[in-house]
């Protein structure tokens, strides 16, 4: 591998507005690439460093599940407790029954309904919750509750995987249920300050967190007249995407829970181990975390963050011991790059 000619390949996505942000390849607990390409700050011309934090979208459910299953790990929380015995009865969905549990929420396999259509390629399904509720008003997991809690469910408890950020905010609100306290506060304490993440937090936006990086979104319009993600994404503190951080810090996150610094041996497993139904699939879910699945053996943990003016991968490769981690201040760029990254590391990545 030539340092510099993969410095060049990201400067040269940069300049054809194909990249901005940082990314990092980490091996036995240093940094063994780190590079920063585009602007943080289009307007002021601020350059991306590798001090630059972002925002993470969907990687922040890394942190959501670690922070719920610390709790259950002191038995605060127990995953197949029924949610409607821990939930107030202001904060559960209408579908929500007694079957349902923590499990079902951190594995995705809950059956209830999401606040915006995930299968949307465009940002118009979850912009438009913006509509209905400002986004500047949304600073806690309770405030996105009137987007779903009276939608029915989609299937019953367990019986599929689907995706979905509601269940996300209730692991929030079942963790502000057990503790007294506010999510971010909790998941700060059990997590980002165990893990060592200082350049981590849970800020909102418009108190102009240190070195964040503006997002933009793509569009076919030429790259000055892409608009920022000022108005498209949530004021922060939420356990489905607000996580701000930078790549050393997520990479000691995977550090920590690689190495069971942060969970029993149990739950380390079980949040890295398939909990859906069966499935064959290559890409599957443990609690909280997506996985690359080869022959019944996990190769990959991590998880991918999609907002507007936000595209981020966290990869570790677990035979190799290595992480790639790829944030990214703009809505596209992350997955080549992670794939290139990987190529020029000689890891092995059968995601296409």
């Known amino acids: 591998m030539d340092a510099e000619v993969v410095r060049e390949w990201f400067d040269r996505r940069a300049a054809e507005s194909l990249f901005s942000g940082a990314v990092l390849v980490w091996r036995e607990g240093r940094p063994v690439f780190e590079h920063a390409a585009g602007l943080a700050h289009r307007g002021f011309r601020?350059?991306?460093?590798?001090?630059?934090?972002?925002?993470?979208?969907?990687?922040?459910?890394?942190?959501?599940?670690?922070?719920?299953?610390?709790?259950?790990?002191?038995?605060?929380?127990?995953?197949?407790?029924?949610?409607?015995?821990?939930?107030?009865?202001?904060?559960?969905?209408?579908?929500?029954?007694a079957e349902h549990t923590l499990h079902h929420?951190?594995?995705?396999?809950?059956?209830?309904?999401?606040?915006?259509?995930?299968?949307?390629?465009?940002?118009?399904?979850?912009?438009?919750?913006?509509?209905?509720?400002?986004?500047?008003?949304?600073?806690?997991?309770?405030?996105?509750?009137?987007?779903?809690?009276?939608?029915?469910?989609?299937?019953?408890?367990?019986?599929?995987?689907?995706?979905?950020?509601?269940n996300f905010i209730l692991v929030g609100l079942a963790v502000e249920a057990a503790t007294g306290r506010s999510f971010a506060d909790v998941a700060t304490a059990e997590v980002l300050v165990t893990a060592g993440m200082t350049d981590s937090a849970f800020d909102e936006r418009d108190l102009e967190p240190e070195r964040l990086a503006t997002g933009y979104l793509v569009t076919d319009e030429p790259a000055e007249k892409w608009r920022s993600n000022l108005y498209s994404v949530p004021g922060g503190r939420m356990?489905?995407?607000?996580?701000?951080?930078?790549?050393?810090?997520?990479?000691?996150?995977?550090?920590?829970?690689?190495?069971g610094h942060l969970l029993s041996s149990r739950l380390t497993t079980a949040m890295t181990t398939p909990q859906g139904p069966p499935s064959d699939r290559l890409e599957q879910y443990g609690y909280g975390c997506q996985l690359v699945v080869e022959d019944g053996e996990v190769t990959i943990i991590g998880h991918s963050g999609a907002d507007p003016g936000v595209a981020a991968l966290v990869s570790r490769y677990q035979a190799a011991s290595t992480t790639v981690v790829v944030l990214c201040n703009q809505d596209r760029g992350a997955f080549p790059a992670t794939q290139y990254l990987a190529r020029e590391f000689g890891l092995r990545d059968p995601r296409a």
């Open 46 to 97: 601020v350059p991306a460093t590798t001090r630059t934090r972002f925002g993470v979208a969907s990687v922040t459910k890394l942190v959501t599940a670690l922070t719920a299953l610390r709790l259950v790990d002191r038995g605060v929380l127990r995953l197949d407790q029924p949610l409607t015995e821990v939930l107030a009865p202001e904060h559960q969905p209408r579908a929500l029954t």
């Open 105 to 166: 929420l951190l594995s995705h396999t809950s059956g209830l309904s999401n606040y915006h259509d995930d299968d949307d390629t465009t940002w118009a399904s979850y912009t438009s919750c913006w509509d209905r509720i400002p986004a500047y008003h949304v600073r806690g997991p309770a405030d996105l509750l009137p987007l779903f809690a009276d939608l029915p469910a989609v299937s019953p408890p367990g019986a599929v995987y689907q995706y979905s950020d509601a």
């Open 239 to 259: 356990p489905d995407g607000g996580l701000i951080t930078t790549p050393p810090d997520l990479a000691r996150l995977l550090d920590a829970l690689a190495g």
